[in-house]
């Protein structure tokens, strides 16, 4: 069954301190990995998307990386507005459906 | 311009009664989700529209009946609600079927008291 795993569940980063979020990933057939945002009251908001094992994508301080089995997110010198939770999505061969993660819910100290 | 916009935005209401949640997009998009969030924060299709026509129907209670008027537009009933019906409720948009990036409302959150 295609499932979706992410670590760590909460990670308080003081600013300026890189950190990376994890994401799992069992899925047949991969058509596309995302990365979304989700602010407090708010829904997901869409970052990046990433195809196939040793693509990556940047996003000002937010750098998404994939392999075969996981994905993580880079977050260089963060900064208070960065916090959030961080939702990881696939898609594979039923294209029809996504599966989330539960997200990393980031706090960034100033 | 609100791209995908859900009412209400909060929903309180008792067991046992019936209540409906209205989506609406204004992207051009062919296809249209409803997602429930629980307390863990797992985001779980409960159904896809696309055109008008049901494309997924994930082992949801009968009581949860979607309905598209026109493929702007998709809405939730939901009969003799539970308490196990609590979350938060998001619809969501993409292009065409199986299109990403998808684009989420802000969610309805339903408490059953």
């Known amino acids: 069954e295609d499932q979706v795993t992410q670590s760590p569940e909460a990670l308080r980063l003081q600013e300026g301190e890189s950190s990376s979020l994890n994401c799992s990933y069992t899925?047949?057939?991969?058509?596309?990995l995302f990365w979304y945002r989700q602010d407090p009251g708010k829904g997901p908001e869409f970052l990046f998307t990433l195809y196939s094992a040793g693509e990556e994508k940047e996003k000002e301080r937010l750098k998404a990386t994939l392999t075969k089995k996981e994905s993580f997110l880079h977050i260089t010198a963060p900064k208070p507005e960065d916090s959030a939770t961080y939702l990881c999505a696939v898609q594979g061969y039923n294209f029809n459906k996504f599966y989330f993660g539960s997200g990393t819910k980031l706090n960034v100290k100033p | 311009d609100t791209a995908v916009s859900q009412t209400p935005k909060y929903l309180v209401t008792q067991m046992g009664n019936d209540k409906s949640i209205k989506c609406e997009q204004n992207l051009g998009h062919d296809t249209m989700y409803w997602y429930k969030q629980d307390s863990k924060k797992f985001l779980k299709i409960m159904f896809s529209y696309n055109n008008k026509e049901l494309i997924i129907n994930e082992t949801v209670p009968n009581r949860f009946s979607p309905k598209s008027p026109d493929k702007a537009h998709l809405n939730l009933h939901i009969n003799s609600l539970e308490l196990g019906d609590s979350a938060v409720y998001f619809c969501?948009?993409?292009?065409?079927?199986?299109?990403?990036?998808?684009?989420f409302g802000d969610g309805t959150r339903l408490s059953i008291l």
């Open positions: 969501a948009s993409s292009h065409r079927q199986g299109g990403q990036p998808q684009h």
């Open positions: 899925v047949s057939g991969l058509r596309g």
